[in-house]
């Protein structure tokens, strides 16, 4: 069934309203509702189905402006739910204002389901990044608030107007109390309709390549680097189609169908260090030691959560290649989920696979997880959701220290259920155990500042302290000495039950943060990761003006080596931008997805 979309209200003070046009008398809809403020953008209002589309006229004819967002709706109109439909504006073609950086010639600004009811303005957002189409820019958000609106303030050359609308979604009957629109005076400027003129496209910025990417398009490198800031991005085309479609066969849309593409064109991607240092070349096989500072490169374009996640990828997939114990390997691959999309991961290790061995052992692994159950883009939600129900009550720590142990225990076998996971946590919803934030970043990266800005803790151990302490805090001669005296204090500060104490030092690789988990392990304590991402550019600034100054090649050295770890081989990870607050975390009981 085909919708009409409805005329949205002016509100009072828009000025741009027409005789003909419809203006609220009414904004109790409004008043006293969290609302958003997104800009309304001169495209022309087109409706996609799962089957189809139209613009605001049921019976819309061919036009040359719609044959792109045509093309939009085949890729994505098999993942439309029958009898919904998603509303937006088709920008193909230039109407009043000339735009010359559109993420896409389709935004989408809301979605209707089967029983005719608008989505919440956030689950909106979710649905429709997942499908591959943008959402206007929001401009406002918070209680309804005449003033705050009145008071903003547009660029009328550039943007048209906004619409505020209810963050809560919404029946269509009550489309006209929930929704309305400012909009500029004396509107269309043109003196010819632009349907009767020749079509002049508006234009696309980078971040286009990104979405039509997660939309289902076929990747373009050079658009690829272009949006990323990476001239020298280098893949092969046939490499980018191979993954392309092992994607799709998934099922991957949105930001795991780019992720995936992202980490298949990065895996060979060399760089010259920004700082002098005697590096060796990296090769396609040692081609993960690329992966640490790519989150923080990526996070500028990508933000930090999908940044990092496709730096988990470019690291993670080499150990596809390689034979595994079969006896173990249900257990590696959940414990693996929690690191990455198994379906993306396996993806793009089959694309990057350097020989017919290589392969198999890609092959063989995608079948046991299959076999698991482990290749959905979410398989263990089911054990989230419930376990967070059961655990509503529990405080942050006790929750996350619970979902730790029972994707463990789902991992060895011991579970199946969630009522089974629920009894298997008992012991750690008294949150009468230790905490351990476990700082990981190179020198600059803002550990001792994020460290000093956290509540209640009880001990700091610091390594440089202790060098400090014995005349020098860069003499690193009698490092063994000062580690075996940090972990000491470590293990007597773990001591006590409701202590919270922060492990700072570079923890450049795995093996320097063994030695940390294994004190937690035998205090049982709840470990959380926290992973600095700074890029290297900031990280050499930074040096300049420090305090203590590392030796640029000290630093070059350990960006050399280090190694961030991946979600999982924590209870939970926290994520810390260059701001130096958490952007994203991994294995914490109230997120959507690990």
């Known amino acids: 069934m085909r919708v009409h979309y409805p005329r949205t209200p002016h509100l009072p003070w828009s000025p741009g309203a027409a005789a003909d046009d419809v203006r609220t008398g009414d904004l109790s809809g409004l008043a006293g509702a969290e609302v958003v403020v997104t ?24 036009h040359p402006s719609r044959a792109w967002v045509k093309g939009l709706q085949s890729r994505i109109g098999p993942r439309i739910p029958a009898g919904w439909r998603i509303c937006g ?56 608030d005449e003033r705050a609106l009145r008071a903003l303030r547009l660029d009328l050359e550039r943007q048209e107007g906004y619409v505020v609308r209810t963050v809560r979604g919404f029946p269509r009957a009550e489309f006209g109390e929930r929704i309305a629109k400012w909009v500029r005076p ?20 980078p971040n286009a390549a990104l979405w039509d990417v997660r939309s ?123 690191a990455a999309d198994l379906g993306v991961l396996h993806a793009v290790a ?16 995608a079948l046991h997880a299959e076999d698991a159950g482990l290749l959905d883009a979410d398989p263990l939600a089911w054990l989230r959701s419930g376990l967070r129900e059961a655990l509503a009550d529990l405080d942050p720590d006790s929750a996350d220290r619970c ?27 008294d949150a009468r155990f230790p905490r351990l934030v476990h700082l990981s970043g190179p020198s600059g990266s803002g550990k001792s500042t994020f460290a000093a800005a956290l509540p209640g803790v009880r001990a700091r151990i610091s390594l440089d302290d202790l060098r400090a302490a014995r005349g020098s805090r860069t003499d690193q001669r009698n490092n ?11 293990d007597a500060a773990l001591a006590d039950p409701a202590a919270t104490v922060v492990w700072d030092a570079t923890s450049l ?44 090649e000290v630093l070059a050295a350990q960006l050399h080596r280090y190694r961030p770890p991946h979600p999982g081989q924590a209870h939970r990870t926290w994520y810390v931008g260059p701001g130096g607050t958490v952007e994203d975390t991994a294995g914490t009981l109230d997120s959507e997805e690990d």
């Open 89 to 144: 504006e088709n920008l193909f073609a230039r109407h009043s204002i000339a735009y010359t950086d559109l993420d896409s010639w389709f935004h989408g600004f809301s979605v209707w389901t089967d029983r005719d009811r608008c989505l919440d303005w956030d689950d909106t957002v979710r649905f429709l990044r997942r499908l591959g189409i943008p959402t206007p820019r929001v401009l406002w958000r918070g209680h309804y």
């Open 350 to 365: 089959a694309t990057a696979a350097p020989g017919p061995a290589e392969r198999e052992q890609v092959a063989w692994s």
């Open 216 to 338: 289902g398009q076929l990747p373009e490198l050079p658009l690829l680097a272009e949006a990323l800031s990476m001239p020298e991005l280098d893949c092969p085309t046939e490499e980018l189609a191979d993954v392309s479609a092992r994607l799709d066969e998934l099922g991957r849309t949105g930001d795991a169908r780019l992720a995936g593409v992202l980490a298949t064109a990065l895996r060979t991607t060399h760089r010259k260090p920004l700082a002098p240092q005697p590096a060796p070349q990296l090769t396609p096989q040692s081609a993960p030691q690329s992966a640490p500072q790519l989150a923080p490169r990526l996070a500028a374009r990508l933000g930090l959560p999908l940044a990092r996640r496709v730096a988990d990828l470019v690291a993670l997939h080499p150990g596809l290649h390689q034979p595994y114990p079969d006896e173990d390997r249900r257990a590696g691959l959940v414990r693996l989920a929690a």
């Open 480 to 490: 063994p000495e000062v580690l075996r005296t940090a972990l000491a204090r470590l």
């Open 509 to 552: 690789n795995r093996e320097q943060r063994s030695h940390v988990h294994a004190v937690a392990r035998r205090r049982d304590a709840l470990v959380t990761q926290v992973v600095l991402l700074v890029d290297e550019r900031e990280l050499l600034r930074r040096n300049t003006v420090r305090p203590h100054p590392v030796p640029p």
């Open 186 to 205: 004396q509107h269309v400027r043109t003196d010819t309709h632009w349907m009767h003129a020749a079509v002049v496209e508006n234009g696309l910025g």
């Open 39 to 62: 800009e309304k953008l001169d495209g022309e209002n087109t409706t996609l189905y799962a089957d189809g589309l139209h613009a605001r006229s049921l019976d819309s004819a061919h």
């Open 403 to 429: 979902w730790a142990q029972a994707r463990e225990a789902y991992a060895l076998g011991r579970i199946t259920t969630v009522e089974e996971a629920v009894a298997a946590t008992w012991r750690w919803r």
